[in-house]
T-cell receptor, first 119, second 113 residues
Framework: GAGVSQSPSNKVTEKGKDVELRCDPI?????LYWYRQRLGQGLEFLIY????????KSGLPSDRFSAERTGESVSTLTIQRTQQEDSAVYLC?????????????????FGEGSRLTVL | SQQGEEDPQALSIQEGENATMNCSYK?????LQWYRQNSGRGLVHLIL???NEREKHSGRLRVTLDTSKKSSSLLITASRAADTASYFC?????????????WGLGTSLAVNP
């Protein structure tokens, strides 16, 4: 597609329910990131996928959070047993492979985010 | 954890004035990037400056990088109401297996017509 697509754009759920957020990266972008952004705050890294390498899950805040990616395409972020503190905007970004020793050093292209509200 | 720190946290100026935002970081970097985020939207990449560059221009944007002070500044000249947004810096580390950008907390810019 032309850009990074995220769905749903808005999700309201009850505490304790599971939610699944979806990200379609730009075609050909091997790197994919998930971030969480609370109201008025900066970006909190959650997870990073790069091609077929093992994902960097170091930012996931608890075992209620998990993410999958099929090859170099769609990724889903799943939050189980949602809590009110999970309310935030979840941003996905993708980028081209890096050119410096395998590091991704180029710009990120962001989706518009999925706004999650847990009641 | 956040490495970058932008200042000021909030900035309010009149249309036509220049806006300057600063970013400091802690470790050696490969490059530093600036992004803009309009309210309720995703982030948009503005400009990337590499560690061996000192200054870069793009339209009304001017970015400087001082690696000795581990700091960068973003200057927006002749600001417009449409420049109202939050501005974030992000760094890519130069060593190790850091494969993710480190983000600052952002500067909220308000340009008043």
């Amino acid at each position: 597609g032309a850009g990074v697509s995220q769905s749903p754009s808005n999700k309201v759920t009850e505490k304790g329910k599971d939610v699944e957020l979806r990200c379609d990266p730009i075609s050909g972008h091997t790197a994919l990131y998930w971030y969480r952004q609370r109201l008025g705050q900066g970006l909190e890294f959650l997870i990073y996928f790069q091609g077929n390498s093992a994902p960097d899950k170091s930012g996931l805040p608890s075992d209620r959070f998990s993410a999958e990616r099929t090859g170099e395409s769609v990724s889903t972020l799943t939050i189980q047993r949602t809590q009110q503190e999970d309310s935030a905007v979840y941003l996905c970004a993708s980028s081209l492979p890096g050119t410096s020793g395998g590091l991704n050093t180029g710009e990120l292209f962001f989706g518009e985010g999925s706004r999650l509200t847990v009641l | 954890s956040q490495q970058g720190e932008e200042d000021p946290q909030a900035l309010s100026i009149q249309e036509g004035e220049n806006a300057t935002m600063n970013c400091s970081y802690k470790t050696s970097i490969n490059n530093l990037q600036w992004y803009r985020q309009n309210s309720g939207r995703g982030l948009v990449h503005l400009i990337l400056i590499r560690s061996n560059e000192r200054e870069k221009h793009s339209g009304r944007l001017r970015v400087t990088l001082d690696t000795s002070k581990k700091s960068s500044s973003l200057l927006i000249t002749a600001s417009r109401a449409a420049d109202t947004a939050s501005y974030f810096c992000a760094t890519v580390a130069n060593a190790g297996n850091n494969r993710k950008l480190i983000w600052g907390l952002g500067t909220s810019l308000a340009v008043n017509p």
